[in-house]
């Protein structure tokens, strides 16, 4: 064999050793599958949350040969506009708000009614599709939902009878302000229930689509009930906790607060072993001076948008808000977590476990005529901040009134109203 010859089978024979390389770490990648291109995502899940989300995703790339970068971050506003303006965003983005959808809804958001299926956007109400132009393009898709008119308690001390009683006693609400850079976000779900619960909805929508004075009466009562509820020295312990350990008090062995007022994520947050004694009531009967016949519920979503549409992109979006994703998401939640809630109306209840928690909350999600989207949410991000700033500044002197704190963000809100790009949603509840 000439020297030529034997250069040229050895060549042959590293080249082919190294496709059979290649070869097993792209299946390696997708399962087994050729890979069939990649997709990123963004969102603020991270924890549990991302862990239960990513193996969402590897279901995914498993059926579909298309790989999945996830990044998860709690710093989702500064990432993902750091990213728009370097030109590089992720092609999706679960936002967790609609008033952050609505600052990109001008570019370079693609309208989802090109890329998901008749059949998949019918399956969500209005609430749960934004269209912040108002000329019906929708660009996000809620792909998770949590009910926020809630009051949790440990059933095992207190019976329902008892709640409104331990309302009205000073120190027995639990609660943290703390939220990383979202501090203050507590309060403003608190202020802004009380103004559903005492004015209704068509109040509630006014003023959360920018239609409504910060000074307005209705609005001030609101804050001053919120006040009401808070001697100095609970005011000052809510501002020193994190909203993530507030509840725990709950099930201490010799608990210092019997009722919170949280979203039905937080029960995720609770000690493993408290879950199952954790209980909860809408808070329509807790409120002072709410309507007691009241239905109104606020409610609060993640909402997929897309930033780049490929085949990929598009087949991923459309996995995430399908149904058939959504109940195994739930049904393959580990034992020891809690299931996710969703808004698509195909979910059936019975992805939820059979308990006196889960099922109820699902069962009221679909309610959507009943439902108002977290009105801060829904604010263009100035003006959301602005009110997460005020509501921790009453709080460390409630006894001062909030009619200075309403005088500056109602100038916000002119202002915004003056500028352009900065859209207020054009309605929340449903």
Not at 140 to 145: D, F, Q, S, T, Y
Not at 265 to 292: H, Q
Not at 308 to 325: D, I, K, M, N
């Amino acid at each position: 064999m000439s020297a030529r010859t034997r250069s040229f089978h050895v060549t042959a024979a590293v080249l082919g050793l190294w496709l059979l390389v290649l070869t097993a770490v792209g299946a390696g990648d997708t399962g087994g599958q050729r890979s069939r291109g990649s997709v990123s995502v963004l969102a603020t899940w991270t924890g549990d949350e991302a862990a239960a989300f990513r193996d969402l995703l590897k279901s995914f790339t498993d059926e579909s040969g298309i790989r999945v970068d996830y990044q998860g971050t709690t710093a989702l506003r500064e990432v993902l506009s750091s990213e728009v303006k370097a030109g590089t965003p992720p092609d999706i983005a679960v936002l967790p708000s609609p008033g952050e959808l609505a600052t990109y809804a001008d570019a370079p958001l693609v309208p989802l009614q090109k890329v998901l299926p008749a059949r998949t956007l019918a399956a969500y109400g209005p609430l749960w599709k934004p269209a912040p132009h108002g000329d019906g393009a929708v660009y996000g898709i809620a792909v998770k939902a949590d009910l926020k008119s809630i009051v949790w308690y440990d059933k095992r001390r207190h019976g329902e009878d008892e709640l409104p009683a331990l309302a009205a006693r000073d120190g027995q609400w639990c609660a943290g302000m703390g939220g990383d850079a979202t501090s203050g976000w507590p309060g403003t779900d608190w202020i802004e229930d009380i103004l559903l619960q005492q004015q209704g909805k068509a109040v509630y929508e006014a003023w959360a689509t920018g239609g409504l004075e910060w000074t307005d009466p209705r609005i001030g009562r609101a804050w001053r009930t919120w006040g009401s509820l808070f001697g100095k020295g609970a005011a000052r312990t809510a501002l020193l906790t994190d909203f993530r350990d507030a509840g725990g008090k709950l099930f201490a062995a010799r608990p210092t607060c019997a009722l919170e007022h949280q979203g039905s994520f937080i029960r995720g947050g609770y000690p493993p072993k408290a879950r199952a004694r954790a209980s909860f009531t809408f808070s329509t009967g807790l409120i002072p001076g709410a309507d007691p016949d009241s239905t109104a519920r606020e409610v609060s979503a993640d909402f997929a948008a897309m930033f780049h549409e490929t085949p990929q992109s598009r087949r991923l979006l459309a996995y995430l808000a399908s149904a058939e994703a959504q109940t195994a998401w739930a049904e393959n939640t580990p034992d020891g977590r809690t299931r996710p809630f969703f808004a698509n109306g195909e979910v059936p209840v019975e992805a939820q476990p059979d308990d006196e928690v889960a099922r109820p909350i699902a069962e009221a999600l679909k309610d959507s005529r009943s439902l108002c989207l977290d009105a801060s949410d829904a604010m263009p991000t100035r003006m959301r901040l602005a009110f997460q700033r005020a509501a921790l500044a009453y709080l460390s002197d409630v006894g001062k009134g909030p009619g200075a704190l309403l005088t500056s963000l109602e100038k916000v809100r002119t202002d915004l109203h003056r500028e352009r790009g900065r859209p207020w949603l054009s309605t929340v509840c449903g």
